[in-house]
Structure formats: C-alpha cells, structure tokens
C-alpha cells in the first residue's frame, strides 16, 4: 500500500455509489416519463387542483397570449378569472369543481393539453379530480358542487358572456349547463 490506495478506493466507492444513483435515477424518471399518471393517484383532489392552480398563476397569462383564435373577450374573462382563483388553502370543493369544469369545457379549456414540470397536461389532472367524484358532466352532484363556488356567479356560463354583451361567438354551451 502506498498510502493513496485508501483514499482513492474510498473515493472510488463513493462515485461507484453515485454513477449506480444516477443510473437508478434516469430509469426511474424514464418510467415516470412513460406514465407520468401513474403519480396521480396518490394525489389528493386537492393536491390536482394545486397543481392546476400553481400552473395557470406561473404560466396562464403568458401563454393564453400564444393561444390562436381566441376572442378578445375570452382572454380577457380567462384573466379575470385567473386573478380570481381561490388559493389552494382557501379554495371549497365547489370552487375546485368549477375549476376542474372549466378546464374541462370553458374559459381554462385552452389550457388542456398544455403540460406542467411534471409532463402532465392539465387536463388530466382536471379528468382525474373529476372521475374520483363524479359520474360525467351532467352529474347534478357536480352541477351543484360547481354553484356552491364565489366563481360561479360571475364565470359560469353564459354570465360571463352577458358581461361582454355576445362579443364571443360560441356556438355550444357546456353540457353540465341546462335552461
């Protein structure tokens, strides 16, 4: 032994300790990539609308702008919106439920593909909230969960049209809403 021999084993096994940690690392994020999912479900409903939340507050107002063909009056709605999100401490079940709709079908619903850190689109996180709960749309649980929100008096639809008088042309109504 010339003395270096401890020292550079022990160096040695310590790289040898990390080369195998970031080896297991990029496999376990190489299967994370490939069902990204698969992490939601362990995921409390509130966790999803964090997620959603934390996305449209960081990114919302920046990228509704890239968004084509979109009316004036609905970016505008969209951001009225987003200044209005309950934080996720403070936000109710109906106020979650309002978000996942309109992530779903309405003023978030540009956003539903887009993707967070995470590789998952916001609709998914929305769709899986939603099928822990609800039936489909036009589940009358869902429907009044969405009522019971401080955002459903001035977002739900068509209110928030009559705010901008018919200057967005939308040709379909949300399924869950009725005459």
């Not at 934080?87 to 978000?99: H, I, L, N, S």
């Not at 609800?134 to 589940?139: A, F, K, L, Q, R």
Request: with cysteine; aromatic share 12%; charged share 35%.
């Amino acid at each position: 032994m010339n003395g270096t021999d401890g020292p550079v084993t022990e160096i040695g096994g310590i790289l040898l300790i990390i080369r195998i940690g970031v080896v297991a690392g990029v496999i376990l994020s190489a299967l994370y990539r490939k069902d990204p999912e698969k992490s939601l479900e362990k995921m409390s409903i509130r966790d999803l609308y964090k997620r959603i939340y934390d996305w449209h507050k960081e990114h919302g107002k920046e990228r509704i702008k890239e968004k084509r063909g979109l009316d004036d009056a609905y970016e505008k709605t969209y951001l009225d919106l987003l200044r209005a999100l309950p934080p996720v401490d403070r936000a109710t079940q109906g106020d979650m439920d309002f978000v996942f709709g309109e992530v779903l079908g309405m003023l978030m619903e540009w956003s539903y593909s887009e993707k967070d850190e995470h590789c998952i689109a916001m609709g998914t996180y929305a769709r899986v909230a939603f099928e822990r709960r609800y039936t489909g749309v036009s589940d009358e649980r869902f429907r009044q969960s969405r009522k019971t929100s401080s955002l459903f008096a001035e977002f739900q639809f068509p209110k928030w049209m009559e705010k901008y008088e018919g200057k967005i042309d939308l040709v379909k109504k949300p399924s869950w809403e009725t005459d």
